[in-house]
């Protein structure tokens, strides 16, 4: 079974501070990784993807990978109450060429 | 450029009935998915079509059939539902690539009593 783990949270965060989302997975295989917004009664809605070691910085969005860790993160900089949401994070199945989800964090920011 | 749409919105069916979801996507996508969110689970994917004419079993398949009936449309049926399918369904689909770069649709609460 592969599989993404997530903190199902609730991760709450002042305004203005880096919320710091986490989850590893177990597939070796697995080369792209992806996070997805979900806002409460709404459907998932792509944030990034990175499929190589390191960094990689979208406005206030930063993925990071490890792939000898299995771990992904992602950071949120500069938090907004409109950044409270749950955050879905997914590794490509090699397999199938599909997603597997992890079963996602729900971050708070506090006003 | 409506992306993925999905049909109903809501339902609520009686044990035993059947009914079929349908989905379709403007973006030209070869692969499209069905996935069941339930709290607490995570999205799961029931079965997913890698290209026009093809169609695979995902992790939770039983209970459930799929037709991809062209390149636009992929419906998902529910043969005799049972109040375990009692979920949020998501239609995605993404342009078939080693990213597998998944837009999804609205969503269809579906209730089974």
Known sequence: ?111 | NAGVTQTPKFQVLKTGQSMTLQCAQDMNHNSMYWYRQDPGMGLRLIYYSASEGTTDKGEVPNGYNVSRLNKREFSLRLESAAPSQTSVYFCASSEQSWIVEAFFGQGTRLTVV
Not at chain 1, 37 to 54: A, C, V, W
């Open chain 1, 1 to 111: 079974q592969k599989e993404v783990e997530q903190n199902s949270g609730p991760l709450s965060v002042p305004e203005g501070a880096i919320a710091s989302l986490n989850c590893t997975y177990s597939d070796r295989g697995s080369q792209s990784f992806f996070w997805y917004r979900q806002y409460s009664g709404k459907s998932p809605e792509l944030i990034m993807f990175i499929y190589s070691n390191g960094d990689k910085e979208d406005g206030r969005f930063t993925a990071q990978l490890n792939k000898a860790s299995q771990y992904v993160s992602l950071l949120i900089r500069d938090s907004q109450p409109s950044d409270s949401a749950t955050y879905l994070c997914a590794g490509m199945d090699t397999g199938r060429r599909a997603l597997t989800f992890g079963s996602g964090t729900r971050l708070q920011v506090q006003p």
